[in-house]
């Protein structure tokens, strides 16, 4: 079975800075996809970023860039120009995908809360 | 109208109580989950259901059991509600295969059993 750590229950960062969020990963499948899901305290589950592993290019939207390391089998999200509205729990997701057994549902890490200081 | 819609938002239910959470959904997916998110647990999977007549046990699904009453509908039931199962529940809808997107979440359901 697949499972996702994240291994930082909590991170802070000042506002503008940079900050760095782990992940890692273990699975047997060669076809799978990787999320970064945002829960703000309104509790919505929102998307972030995602990864597909036949790519080599590290995923990017805006501020937020991950580092995906397929043979660590790790895969850290860098949220950059940090903003008081980042602050949030993060959660770091595994899908497999077409080839695999784990019929596409998503397994989570346990999440890291990220406080944003003025 | 939100794509996936959870019923009650909130819930206080007593111990022994039959409780059914409800979720309909907009996307026209196939693919319907409920999880449950807890404290320093993340989520995790109850039931998911690929189509009408395909429903399948999750990791945690003592306790529980669902209804795929239509495409857009699946409802979660307690059957008989403890304290342990206070959490927060969500309802999320997938594409089908071959399109990464991972899911559409609900606003989720916050039950507490009393």
């Known amino acids: 079975a697949q499972t996702v750590t994240q291994s930082q229950p909590e991170m802070s960062v000042q506002e503008a800075e940079t900050v760095t969020l782990s992940c890692t990963y273990d699975t047997s499948e060669s076809d799978y996809y990787l999320f970064w899901y945002k829960q703000p305290p309104s509790r919505q589950m929102i998307l972030v970023i995602r990864q597909e592993a036949y790519k080599q290019q590290n995923a990017t939207e805006n501020r937020f860039s991950v580092n995906f390391q397929k043979a660590a089998k790790s895969f850290s999200l860098k949220i950059s120009d940090s903003q008081l509205g980042d602050a949030a729990m993060y959660f770091c997701?595994?899908?497999?995908?077409?080839?695999?057994?784990?019929?596409?549902?998503?397994?989570f890490g346990k999440g890291t809360l990220l406080t944003v200081n003025p | 109208d939100a794509d996936v819609t959870q019923t009650p938002r909130n819930r206080i239910t007593k111990t022994g109580k039959r409780i059914m959470l409800e979720c309909s959904q907009t996307?026209?997916?196939?693919?319907m989950y409920w999880y449950r998110q807890d404290p320093g647990l993340g989520l995790r999977l109850i039931y998911y259901?690929?189509?009408?007549?395909?429903?399948n046990k999750g990791e945690i699904s003592d306790g529980y059991s669902v209804s795929r009453q239509a495409q857009a509908k699946f409802s979660l039931s307690l059957e008989s509600a403890i304290p342990n199962q206070t959490a927060l529940y969500f309802c999320?809808?997938?594409?089908?295969?071959?399109?990464?997107?991972?899911?559409?979440f609900g606003s989720g359901t916050r039950l507490t059993v009393v």
């Open positions: 999320a809808t997938s594409a089908p295969t071959g399109i990464g997107n991972g899911y559409t």
């Open positions: 996307k026209g997916h196939d693919r």
């Open positions: 259901s690929f189509d009408v007549k395909d429903i």
């Open positions: 997701a595994y899908r497999g995908g077409t080839s695999g057994g784990s019929n596409y549902k998503l397994t």
